[in-house]
T-cell receptor, first 113, second 113 residues
Framework: AQSVAQPEDQVNVAEGNPLTVKCTYS??????LFWYVQYPNRGLQFLLK??????LVKGSYGFEAEFNKSQTSFHLKKPSALVSDSALYFC???????????FGDGTTLTVKP | DGGITQSPKYLFRKEGQNVTLSCEQN?????MYWYRQDPGQGLRLIYY???????QKGDIAEGYSVSREKKESFPLTVTSAQKNPTAFYLC????????????FGEGSWLTVV
């Protein structure tokens, strides 16, 4: 079975400060990991993914994520937050042996001016 | 433009009625998915389809039905057997099953009146 956890329901940061949104996962095989962002009343937008290779993955809008196999984590990061980054962020995992992806419960990021 | 089109954006259902949500994609993706999102919560998989004329139940299939007669279309019917259908419904697609990114439509709000 596969699972993903986003331990923080809410993350608050000041504009210009670095941000981190946490994600941990559990799979039986090798993981495929994804981050998505959702703005109010909209669908999810793809930010980045880890399949294999370099542990640091760069994605859209200046976001990046670091795959850590020993800690089974895939935290989303950005060096300098913008107010417009405020949204709901979802981590997702797909086991190479699984037929579907599992999404976390989401983390609401609020960036204050 | 390529993408996933969901319609209608807002739909109201009376008690005892069946309603159908439309999902069309022109991305030439093989796999399509339906997710349910309740306010403040994560995504739950209802049904998914990897190829035409085939589909599998997700985690919360009871009270829902789907069809996949064409590659580009994956309509979802919310039946009267679904006792709590008020939610935000998201259709998605991916090029294949593994390990490809899932892309989402803009969602449809269903409200029982």
């Amino acid at each position: 079975a596969q699972s993903v956890a986003q331990p923080e329901d809410q993350v608050n940061v000041a504009e210009g400060n670095p941000l981190t949104v946490k994600c941990t996962y559990s799979v039986s095989g090798n993981p495929y990991l994804f981050w998505y962002v959702q703005y109010p009343n909209r669908g999810l937008q793809f930010l980045l993914k880890y399949i294999t290779g370099d542990n640091l993955v760069k994605g859209s809008y200046g976001f990046e994520a670091e795959f850590n196999k020993s800690q089974t984590s895939f935290h989303l990061k950005k060096p300098s937050a913008l107010v417009s980054d405020s949204a709901l962020y979802f981590c997702a995992v797909r086991d190479t042996n699984a037929g579907k992806s599992t999404f976390g419960d989401g983390t609401t990021l609020t960036v204050k001016p | 433009d390529g993408g996933i089109t969901q319609s209608p954006k807002y739909l109201f259902r009376k008690e005892g009625q069946n309603v159908t949500l439309s999902c069309e994609q022109n991305l030439n993706h093989d796999a399509m998915y339906w997710y349910r999102q309740d306010p403040g919560q994560g995504l739950r998989l209802i049904y998914y389809s990897q190829i035409v004329n085939d589909f599998q139940k997700g985690d919360i299939a009871e009270g829902y039905s789907v069809s996949r007669e064409k590659k580009e279309s994956f309509p979802l019917t919310v039946t009267s057997a679904q006792k709590n259908p008020t939610a935000f419904y998201l259709c998605a697609s991916s090029l294949g099953v593994l390990p490809n990114t899932i892309y989402f439509g803009e969602g449809s709000w269903l409200t029982v009146v």
